[in-house]
């Protein structure tokens, strides 16, 4: 999941059909909402067992991911484009992905997020 990235963005929105590479689902059964989104982070970023299942806890925790970061990162996500999609809760996750990237910069670490799913149909980012 995490390589050198090649854009300058700090987060963008790519096809789902341009996806080439490993990618955390954020989505679940064609359902995408926020249990399954802290569950798809607790899954990819190994949180421990103590994680408080909240964004708060899920920031502190990426915050930590970041902090061990020796290089440039790319974070890539996915959302399959037939799934029920909670916008409040994908806006959420959303505004943790630019927070933890706003974060990244202060400590002049190079970290990107590509999300690859239809942005206009979930109506965030785009």
């Known amino acids: 999941m995490t390589t050198a990235p090649d854009q300058s963005a700090p987060i963008t929105w790519q096809p789902r059909h341009q996806l080439d590479q490993p990618a955390v689902a954020l989505d679940a059964n ?9 569950q798809a982070l607790c899954g990819a970023f190994n949180f421990p067992a103590y994680f408080g299942d909240n964004w708060d806890a899920a920031y502190d925790l990426l915050l930590d991911h970041v902090d061990q ?27 943790l992905m630019m927070d933890v990237c706003t974060y990244a910069s202060s400590r002049e670490i190079q970290l990107r997020v590509e999300i690859y799913g239809d942005a206009l149909a979930c109506g965030v980012g785009s």
Do not use: C, M
Not at 30 to 38: T, V
Not at 71 to 92: G, H, K, T
């Open 30 to 38: 064609g359902r995408l909402n926020k249990s399954i989104l802290l």
């Open 69 to 95: 970061l020796s290089e440039p990162a790319l974070w890539r996500f996915s959302i399959e484009d037939a799934s029920e999609v909670d916008e409040a809760d994908l806006a959420d996750w959303f505004q």
